[in-house]
């Protein structure tokens, strides 16, 4: 299963935390702030897979090749100025967790049409929302970006779009996150 | 008042770069506020901020009951705030759950979906046992309700029910059986509840044999990759019960992996293929081994063909996981997954060295070992002109980025790789001596000072991780105590190390490598002090004030060396008045050092500072008497205090399993009036005779093992070492040099055993530093000079001789003796239980963090019969909770009987006419709602719509 799903921007400051254990705040945070500092180590032609953190590796048994609860691999991806990362157990396949952070955004940019990260800043909400329609207390529930989309907009019809419009008026630059649909 | 939105406080908050703090405590102090109101909009708006601000760690808990009042609120929009509040912030300890038990109800029964979703997605976060217990029948009915979205949300927040309560699994798997069974259910259900039975899968396998059909042929016709992934991971658990499912599944996976375009899919059905085991068993040798060479082919394709880095790194993992059973197959690829080891990516560099680990033999070790020694040397390289400001090591010249606990991570696969199997793999000892001395040289320069912490939390974790420092000094130790052979070579290494003026060069100034690596080299140089190049020196290093700053537990094993190497230094001159003053002269740095020592804060420091300290005060004042033979205390007394019985490596475990002798009274008091014995005035031991005892003591001994040299002069082998002593000027040397030197040496050695010394320029980098040494040191023994080593043999020197006699005409490949962990077997095997815990079978494993603990779900059973035998309980707090769900099932069961008296007071068109009607039921006004699920008591009297939808699973489960 999925144990938590965390987006962070290049300077570590979280978009979106989301972790399907409960955890306490501040484990939380190093958590991110140790996950933040690996992803910013690599360079971007290295592979999508982090080794583990000093806070997870403590308890996981490298050793065991079975599965087991304790989270094994993380799967991030960079999208212009943001990481998307998703902490996993070894039943999930490392390859369709990166193709399902590929899910999530492009569905996100469907919300927000060319989604950049003020728009999930400002729509903090509706980025809940589309996270929520995709995975269910950390088993992927869709992956079909329609289906995804009728169930945000069936929760708060316009809502997400007029966030993002808004947003938009302020914003300085907004460019889109390069690199959609390029993969694959 | 003007209250800020989220959007206002986002807004704030870029507006105040370099003031966030300052701005977000006061936007608590307003949200505090504002949450306390009753407008309901302000509540919401304010807990929304709340939450924003816990994502950057700004504690909510405090408002965990507001959180509540929120999903509480009529408002769609302001729900879904609260519902998130409760995602967000919830914690175990968060109380007011229990008050939330019956709205959580309505929710999930109301009749708008949106509505519905949020407890279903809300629970999985926040359900205890109590709850799960309340909610389960409202849960179960949303099974049959007529969107996908609700049914596929249901089944996975029932998995997550059952996690924390198991029953709940043998009331909801029939259902969700149905629903994966049904061929007319919508595509999303079903692969949900794919999703769900892979993770309930590894758990109890035998339970999901029976599915296997059906999903053989949701694999074959669904066309559905994400959901084909889940399948193959979903078999490879169920076909090692099932051999017969592996001659099925043969076929159609080959068909997959020759023909997807889809490499996620192509990856899991060999990863599928290799974790099912499909791999090993003997029958249909042809096929398997077709289909492993397939895997095998597919693999080195990804990692040779495609620039996909995600392809490199699963590809690795999967060799990895292959390596274990198929070593030859594996070892076949060793091209590519060597190099991978010089990948830009570290991530597939570390994947690739835990290949190499599993697959490295007696033939390949020194090939990669010097491979990764190469790598380590690069990375040092820029580093050490970074010394001084480690913080800006993530970015050195070189392109490739060595971030410092990769450099360490290949220091400790370089000694995994050499130790294991209790060096079985290592054929030439000086090789890897040579190789551990330069390990320490290319030690990454900051080691993080909690690393040094010290066995206690290392028993705890099977695997546990050392300080690479200390791991070198220890693998320097376990050598030289294991390896006879080449006891003399590891001695002198750790002697090289020890040097006060090479540790410039070994140690940084202002790391604290030194101080784990030194601990136990310094113990080395101490007990086979016989073995040092220059005892002189090393004493020396020994004493060097500098010392005195080590950690305590590096000093206490510089404390033990230094009246060790002091007996050495002692016996090697000719007694006469000028060794009596320099010993002399010696004994009173020596006794300096230690003086300086016995006021240290460290207790154990302090009391073998103290204990050395009277000893060889002793000594000294025995040199001081104007006789011209050596004092006996000098010549036997100290020397006997530490030589006898030779040091054999003993298991950890051993000594667990010495049997207490019965006998033992630890509770007895030793006498009833200590306390009278305490006030005697003591008369007065004169400290000789306390050590006559003790040289009785380790005299005896001494008597029955008459090869141990000890009041003989040691002879020592005069020959430098050249490839121990660098300089600090010097660039490591690479491991092809010192091979080369060591041939050379080895050369040298077979023409003459009776080894003369080498002239200037044949030593080559010596030479400089022994001109230094002597110029330094004075008086030193002059190695140089003396040509020849003594003739004038005893027993002893033979020994010597023959010993390197042997060793100069070993062939290179022939394997030294290593002495394994000594231990012994106790009749009553009692060990095992009293043997740290590492087997798998333990749960008692520290538990990781983001784990989800569905350990619970092993004991239940979900074969269908009225009577599941009763889990014995192993545990405690599982008994506490089967408690308290006794209890709970009690209430609930009241809350029932309660519901059910109200329901007889409705007329049997229940639904139908509730529509129009408001009863004082607050669900039954939803349309939704079919109370005959909520009771199957009731008679079943539903919409039509509804009655085919409950008959349709009940047929459809009749045909299996």
Known sequence: MINAVLVFNNNGQPRLTKFYTQLDTQTQQSLIAQIYRLVAQRPASACNFLPLPPLLSQGASSSASGPSDAPTQITYRTYATLSFIMISTSTESPLALIDLIQVFVEALDRMFENVCELDLIFGYETLHAVLGEMIVGGVVVETHIEKIIAGVRAQEGSLGKKKAVQAASTSLGRGALPGLGAWR | ?960
């Open chain 2, 1 to 960: 008042m003007f209250e800020k939105s989220l959007y206002d406080l986002i807004k704030g908050l870029r507006g105040h770069k370099g003031g966030e703090n300052e701005y977000i405590q006061s936007s608590l102090r307003e949200c505090k506020a504002e949450i306390k109101t009753q407008d309901m909009d302000k509540k919401a708006t304010a807990l929304l901020k709340l939450i924003y601000l816990e994502m950057f760690g700004y504690d909510m808990s405090w408002a965990s009951f507001h959180v509540l009042e929120v999903m509480s609120s009529a408002k769609y929009l302001q729900k879904r705030v609260g519902y998130l509040g409760a995602v967000q912030s919830f914690r175990p300890d968060t109380e007011v759950l229990m008050l939330a038990t019956n709205l959580l109800k309505k929710d999930i029964v109301t009749s708008s979906i949106p509505n519905m979703s949020l407890p279903l997605i809300t629970l999985p976060h926040i359900i205890t046992p109590s709850l799960a217990m309340s909610l389960l029948p409202e849960l179960l009915s949303r099974l049959s309700h007529s969107s996908p979205v609700v049914r596929k949300k249901t089944i996975v927040c029932l998995y997550r029910l059952a996690l924390v309560y198991p029953e709940a699994l043998k009331l909801a798997w029939p259902k969700i059986k149905d629903h994966l069974m049904d061929d007319q259910e919508d595509g999303s259900v079903t692969t949900a509840a794919i999703n769900v039975v892979c993770e309930l899968g590894w758990r109890r396998p035998h339970d999901f044999l029976p599915l296997a059909p059906r999903l053989f042929e949701l694999l074959v016709d669904s066309g559905n990759n994400w959901m084909a992934i889940k399948i193959i991971k979903l078999f490879a658990t169920l076909t090692p019960l099932e051999p017969r499912l592996t001659r099925k599944l043969l076929r159609p996976l080959t068909n997959i992996i020759q023909t997807t375009s889809a490499m996620s899919l192509l990856y899991e059905c060999i990863n599928g293929i290799i974790q099912g085991g499909i791999l090993d068993g003997e029958e249909n040798l042809q096929e398997r081994d077709e289909v492993a060479t397939l895997c095998v082919g597919k693999l080195r394709g990804m990692i040779v063909m495609d620039s996909d880095p995600n392809l490199k790194y699963v590809a690795l993992l999967a060799l990895n996981r292959i390596v274990a059973t198929h070593p030859t197959l594996v070892s076949m690829q060793q091209d590519v997954i060597m190099d991978c080891l010089d990948d830009p990516d570290v991530s597939i560099r570390l994947q690739a060295l835990d290949l190499a680990v599993g697959m490295i033999s007696s033939d390949s070790l020194q090939p990669v070992v010097s491979r990764l020694l190469d790598q380590l040397q690069q990375a040092s390289a820029p580093a050490v002109e970074l010394v001084d400001t480690p913080e800006t090591f993530e970015t050195p010249p070189n392109p490739t980025l060595w971030p410092s606990d990769y450099q360490t991570e290949v220091i400790h696969r370089i000694l995994d790789l050499c130790s294991q199997k209790n060096y079985s793999e290592i054929v030439d000892f000086e090789w890897y001596v040579a190789v551990l001395v330069q390990l320490v040289r290319l030690l990454p320069p900051s080691e993080n000072e909690d690393d040094w912490a010290y066995p206690k939390e290392h028993e705890a974790i099977p695997n546990f991780r050392m300080n690479t420092a200390l791991r070198i000094g220890t693998e320097i130790r376990n050598v030289a105590v294991r390896v006879k052979g080449v006891r003399m070579e590891a001695t002198r290494a750790a002697e090289s190390l020890m040097f006060v003026d090479n540790r410039s060069a070994f140690f940084p100034s202002g790391s604290n490598i030194g101080d784990g690596v030194l601990g136990p080299v310094a113990w080395v140089v101490g007990e086979y002090a016989e073995y040092l190049l220059s005892p002189n020196r090393t004493l020396l290093s020994l004493i060097d004030t500098s010392n005195s700053s080590l950690p305590a537990r590096t000093l206490s094993l510089f404390l033990q060396a230094i009246p060790k190497v002091f007996v050495q230094v002692s016996q090697t001159g000719q007694p006469g008045d000028l060794w009596n003053s320099e010993m002399s002269l010696l004994l009173a740095r020596v006794i300096e050092f230690l003086e300086a020592l016995a006021a240290h804060p460290d207790l154990d420091v302090q009391e073998r500072a103290i204990e050395f300290l009277e000893v060889l005060r002793l000594a000294a004042e025995a040199l001081t008497s104007d006789t011209e033979e050596v004092p006996f205390l000098l010549a036997s007394v100290i020397p006997n205090l530490f030589t006898g019985l030779e040091l054999n490596p003993v298991a950890t475990s051993a000594q667990r399993k010495v049997v207490l002798p019965d006998s033992l009274r630890l509770e007895e008091a030793f006498s009833h009036d200590l306390s009278e014995i305490f006030r005697k005035p003591e008369s007065s031991s004169p400290h000789d005779s306390k050590l006559w005892e003790a040289s009785d003591f380790y005299h005896i001994p001494e008597l029955s093992y008459p090869n141990k040299q000890t009041r003989d002069l040691a002879p020592v082998d005069l020959q430098p070492h050249a490839s121990y002593q660098n300089f600090a000027g010097m660039p490591v040397e690479s491991s092809n040099a010192v091979q080369r030197r060591m041939l050379e040496r080895r050369e040298r050695f077979k023409d003459d055993p009776f080894y003369i010394a080498p002239s200037g320029d044949s030593s080559g980098p010596s030479t400089p530093f022994h001109e230094a040494l002597n110029t330094s040191n004075g008086e030193v023994l002059d190695i140089d000079s003396i040509p020849i080593v003594d003739l004038k043999l005893g027993d002893e020197q033979l020994r010597h001789v023959d010993f390197d006699r042997q060793r100069s005409r070993r062939p290179p490949v022939s394997k030294l003796v290593v002495a394994g962990d000594e231990t012994f077997e106790t009749q009553n095997s009692l060990t095992d239980a009293s043997m740290p815990k590492g087997g798998d079978n333990h749960p008692t494993y520290k538990r990781s963090l983001l784990q989800v603990d569905s350990s619970s779900l092993g004991n239940l059973s979900l074969a269908n019969g009225p009577s599941s035998p009763q889990v014995p309980a192993d545990e405690g707090d599982t008994e506490m909770a089967r408690a308290m769900q006794e209890v709970e099932e009690v209430r609930l069961r009241m809350q029932r009987a309660s519901e059910r008296i109200q329901l007889e007071g409705i007329p049997a068109e229940g639904t139908l006419v509730k529509k129009k009607k408001k009863t004082k039921r607050h669900v039954s006004s939803d349309r939704d709602v079919d109370p005959v699920v909520k009771d199957p008591t009731a008679p079943v009297v539903g919409k039509k719509k509804k009655k085919k939808k409950m008959q349709e699973p009940e047929k459809l489960s009749g045909e299996n």
